[in-house]
């Protein structure tokens, strides 16, 4: 509560190292006065905002550090408010020492996260789409999730929103005109601006519904599941795609035991790597239900691949044969008769031939060069139509589609317009969402901007 | 010293509703207004209703207010607009004899005994001890209730041209500005303009050039009290002309006379009641607007040109009405005229419309910032109810914008400063698929019922509404049989249209190709029932938007019932589906229900609908 209604003063670090660094950025945020902060420098003269000092801090006579001070008086500021950033020497330490000197003589707090961020919507210095895309920014795991972050951030997705939602205002505003202002426009007029603003809103909104792929949710933390049954050689191509030399990240925290995961960075993409062989090692389970939890997994996954090995036919070879695979290996290629044996199971499964071998004892390393730049291909196919990542907006945008589709079906043979009218509300309450919220008043400014009302 | 229990400053279309109805309980009631002016005058255009404003006149009639019978009286040409684009915003217009209808107004208002219309120009208003004392310029007089129903007197100055004079209107005195009267209140700081266009002499018209518009006798009047269809004045015809190249030429030519565009006149007016100067200069490219020729009275000799206000001098005006096809001869006996005038912040005004910082004084019609006769006597009837129901100690009457155009309108008003004239649209309100023309009697009934009155109205609608639920509840619990000729007769073309089980009444009215109407008509005759077709009217047109409505109704009931389920914040704080922003509200509050959820600030409908979605 105290969170969302405060305004008091708050501190915080805000390049926040866990480690030692040259330096560490204070940020303080939501003073009325400069004037307590003033006798901790050295500086004589008054301080103007939007220019760099180079200071000493201290305390009384103690000195604690050479800092540089940059105000920013509200509202030009970040986030409307009166804002002092000051870089430190960044030894951990250090920060917190002078973090917890002015939160003990300033009265500011410390702030929670997000909380200045907080702040900048409530003084609507941004949106929540570049709300939503700061975030997408700061935590993004691929370079696209950083573009896109930034593209909400900058505004520009939010640009199209604005662009669609005015296109809906237009077409509203000519059911609304075909109502309230039939006899100075004419019905031929109002007509014609309904079905060409119709199909302009159409046009438009088909351009975004097209960036939003069943996919993109899986392209913020895209996920390669390695699949096949035990034995198949999971684990030993899992640990082979980690080798120490390729970038290694640490394990995942939070991940549940039932599969093993690492993260795998191919082309500047972080991408988790599942090995699903701890779905039936973890939990004692009959194969079918671990079947059926490897389908699961690749559901959601972004590129699934299968193992197998030809030397162990078994019966629920069935069951993988019905998932589809982005990629199959046949392992144990250095066992005699391995032709013959990969040849069996395709003269069986014909789905799952001819494949690449693999010999898990060495394995060629063409065979990851030709498998990472399969993964990456693929993400940069489902990249380039530039898809909405964020669950919030395709949500939305997925149901801005549905009830266009019911509404234009509607308006087909509907002449009752208040009917029309009902319908078009609620697609207007999802699409407001992308943005802010309709009001009539917005929907009459429409109205009066473009046409010629009047006694 | 002459005492009253309300005092109205002002005979127009708010003034003469406010004493009406204040009249209706017996309290001692007084109308001062400017000498000369007749009561329930049509300064502007000769006509009442129309979108919008057709639902506040039956409104209005099904409280117990005035507008519809007077328009009735005076009724010469009476239209429904919308008319093939649905039953919801089908509204009534009708052009009246404006001579016909003021003399109606001065008649029924003087013949209410405990109403004394005084006609002096108001000075003063001092407010002393718990009573107002009004100083007109010959006598005081003191009211425990005053009514403010000025209009654009306060304060108004007329521009035709360069010329410019003080007065409320042409012919009339202006009266002094709102803090000359009380030195309390706060006018804004700018003030409204509203124009109107020159009259013509109507005998100088070639009518063979224009589209005639003959008078609907289908229409149902508005009284509910009178006969459907009964006329008591001739019907006459409206015609329609239309600008032209050379028309919009003129005006555009002179732009440096027109006081509007020249800096004269300072004064916002409506977007929606532009000048003819305005749609010349701000629709460079559209030359044709139409121009509506509409008769002001039976005796009068002259008509009103719909579409041309205008303020441009006199020469002027001639040139460009005479460039109109079939206007070439018309000359024009009255010069149309802008007019300036003080408006008060209506957001110092409660639901009552009375004022919140002095008790007791009311204010209603264009003197609030709104323009049209309709949205005048809706204010005028509210304030009056309300005056009268407080000086007697009565619960308020507060109608709800779900239920009424005048509750929406009230509500705008009060809880908005605007900054151009209000006037009622049906897009203005969020629920026009019921607040409609042909329920007005059901929608407001329970409101008229809480006057605790007994007058042929209240008998008449207690009547109605018994007949009203009967008539529901037979449609409702009435089957028809698949086999029965009625469904034959009902089916439409092809697959989708046949009716092949058994259904309710209320079923078969829903079916989106038949006329409600025609259909329940059908079935009451079959039947051999007789029912009046007014309620004919309200129950099959209410049958037929009740899924529409209901829908509504049960995602808000839905939405009412989902406030108390109780959710696990922690699973909602590490959702995917949920904005960063909105978590961070959520982990801080902690809420364990639903309805909390809902009370935080600034989480968005979106995730609401998201956690609702994943609840159902």
């Not at chain 1, 060629?364 to 498998?371: G, M, N, Q, V, Y």
Request: proline content about 4%; overall charge negative.
């Amino acid at each position: 509560m105290k969170f969302l209604y405060s305004d008091e003063p708050i501190i915080a670090c805000s390049t926040c190292n866990h480690a030692n660094a040259a330096l560490s950025v204070l940020r303080i945020s939501g003073f009325s006065d400069l004037a307590p902060f003033l006798p901790f420098f050295t500086l004589t003269g008054p301080i103007e905002p939007r220019r760099v000092y180079y200071t000493k801090l201290k305390s009384g006579d103690e000195f604690l550090d050479d800092i540089c001070l940059t105000y920013f008086a509200a509202p030009k500021s970040y986030n409307g408010e009166n804002i002092l950033e000051l870089s430190l020497h960044g030894n951990t330490l250090n920060t917190e020492r002078i973090l917890n000197f002015f939160i003990k003589f300033t009265g500011c707090r410390l702030a929670a996260p997000g909380e200045f961020t907080y702040r900048a919507l409530k003084n609507k210095k941004l949106t929540l789409s570049q709300v939503e895309g700061l975030d997408l920014f700061l935590n993004a795991n691929s370079g696209y999730a950083l573009d896109q972050g930034l593209s909400l951030l900058s505004g520009n997705l939010h640009l199209i929103y604005v662009e669609l939602y005015d296109l809906f205002l237009k077409h509203k505003s000519a059911l609304e005109l075909s109502i309230d202002f039939i006899d100075d426009v004419g019905e031929e007029t109002a007509k014609n601006y309904f079905h060409s603003s119709l199909l302009d809103f159409q046009k438009k909104f088909e351009t975004l519904h097209r960036r939003v792929l069943p996919l993109s949710e899986n392209l913020l933390q895209p996920e390669i599941v390695l699949a096949g049954l035990p034995n198949s050689g999971k684990s030993s191509f899992f640990n082979h795609l980690l080798r120490e030399d390729r970038a290694i990240v640490s394990s995942i925290a939070g991940t549940t035991r039932d599969y093993l995961a690492e993260t795998l960075v191919i082309e500047g993409v972080k991408y988790k790597l599942i090995d699903t062989a701890g779905i039936r090692e973890a939990s004692d389970v009959i194969e079918a239900e671990g079947i059926k939890r490897t389908q699961q997994k690749m559901n959601n996954s972004f590129y699934s691949i299968l193992l197998i090995n030809p030397f162990e036919m078994r019966d629920e070879f069935h069951s993988l044969a019905e998932l589809s695979f982005d990629q199959i290996y046949f392992t144990h290629s250095d066992l005699p008769n391995f032709s013959e044996a990969r040849a069996e199971v395709v003269k069986l499964y014909p789905q799952f031939g001819p494949m690449g071998a693999i010999n898990l004892s060495h394995p060629a390393t063409t065979i990851e060069r030709d498998l990472f730049s399969s993964i990456n291909n693929k993400y940069l196919f489902f990249t380039k139509d530039k898809p909405i990542l964020l669950e919030r907006h395709k949500y939305l945008i997925l149901q801005v589609q549905q009830h266009l589709e019911s509404y234009v079906n509607l308006s087909a043979y509907e002449c009752d317009v208040a009917i029309l009218s009902h319908e078009l509300n609620t697609l207007a309450s999802c699409l407001s969402e992308l943005l802010g919220i309709v009001s009539p008043d917005q929907i009459l400014n429409s109205i009066f901007s473009n046409f010629c009302i009047g006694k | 010293m002459k005492t009253f229990d309300i005092v109205i400053v002002g005979g127009g279309h708010a003034g003469v509703e406010a004493a009406h109805i204040a009249a209706q309980f017996d309290l001692k009631v007084a109308i001062i207004t400017m000498p000369g002016i007749g009561l329930g005058s049509a300064p502007c255009n000769p006509s009442v209703g129309g979108v919008g404003k057709g639902q506040v006149v039956r409104e209005l009639d099904a409280l117990g207010g005035l507008m519809g019978k007077l328009a009735d009286y005076a009724g010469i040409q009476f239209r429904t607009l919308n008319d093939s684009k649905g039953f919801a915003v089908q509204s009534t217009r009708v052009q009246i004899d404006k001579e016909r209808y003021s003399e109606k107004a001065e008649e029924v208002i003087t013949a209410i005994p405990n109403i004394e219309v005084i006609r002096e120009k108001v000075l003063e208003i001092q407010d002393s001890a718990g009573s107002f004392f009004i100083q007109s310029e010959s006598s005081t007089y003191k009211a425990a209730k005053v009514i403010m129903t000025v209009g654009t007197f306060l304060n108004g100055k007329l521009h035709t041209g360069a010329d410019q004079s003080v007065g409320g209107r042409i012919g009339c005195e202006s009266s002094p500005g709102l803090q000359n009267l009380f030195a309390t209140i706060k006018t804004r700081p700018y003030r409204f303009k509203t124009g109107t266009p020159p009259r013509l002499d109507k005998s100088t018209i070639d009518y063979s050039k224009l589209e005639e518009q003959p008078s609907d006798s289908s229409v149902r009047n508005f009284h509910c009290l009178h006969s459907p269809t009964d006329r008591f004045s001739a019907q006459v015809s409206c015609y329609l002309a239309r600008t032209n190249a050379s028309t919009m030429e003129i005006i555009r030519s002179n732009k440096e006379k027109s006081p509007m565009f020249n800096g004269q006149i300072k004064g916002i007016g409506a977007r929606y009641c532009p000048s003819i100067e305005d749609k010349a200069f701000r629709y460079p490219d559209k030359n044709v607007h139409h121009v509506f020729i509409e008769p002001e009275g039976l005796k009068l000799d002259t008509v009103y040109p719909s579409g041309i206000s205008s303020s441009l001098p006199a020469d002027v005006q001639k040139h460009y009405v005479q460039s109109m096809e079939g206007l070439e001869k018309a000359e024009i006996k009255v010069y149309g005229y802008a007019v300036e005038y003080d408006v008060i912040d209506t957001t110092d005004l409660k639901l009552t419309l009375e004022h919140s910082q002095i008790p007791n004084l009311y204010f209603a019609g264009q003197v609030n910032g709104t323009s049209g006769y309709e949205e005048a006597a809706g204010q005028g009837f509210i304030a009056g109810a309300n005056a009268a129901l407080a000086f007697l100690q009565m619960e308020p009457l507060i109608l709800s914008r779900h239920e009424s155009y005048i509750g929406v309108m009230i509500e705008d008003l009060t809880s908005n400063t605007r900054d151009e004239p209000y006037r009622l649209f049906t897009a203005r309100s969020e629920n026009r698929l019921f607040i409609r023309e042909d329920n007005s009697l059901v929608r407001i009934y329970p409101y008229r019922s809480q006057f605790l009155l007994n007058k042929e109205i209240d008998q008449y609608q207690r009547a109605f509404m018994s007949a009203y639920n009967d008539l529901m509840e037979f449609c409702d619990g009435t089957m028809i049989s698949e086999t029965s000729p009625l469904m034959t007769e009902f089916s439409g073309i092809g697959e989708l249209q046949r009716l092949t089980r058994r259904m309710s009444v209320s079923e078969v009215l829903r079916q989106a190709w038949l006329n409600p109407i025609d259909v329940l008509k059908r079935i009451l005759d079959f039947n051999g029932l007789v029912i009046s077709d007014d309620l004919i009217r309200t129950v099959a047109i209410s049958k037929k938007y009740d899924g529409y409505i209901k829908r509504s109704e049960s995602q808000y009931e839905k939405l009412k019932k989902m406030d108390g389920m109780r959710l696990n914040w922690e699973t909602l704080v590490n959702s995917n589906n949920i904005s960063f922003e909105c978590k961070q509200r959520i982990a801080r509050i902690k809420p364990e229900t639903f309805g909390q959820l809902k009370l935080i600030e600034g989480i968005r409908p979106a995730t609401l609908a998201v956690i609702a979605a994943k609840a159902l």
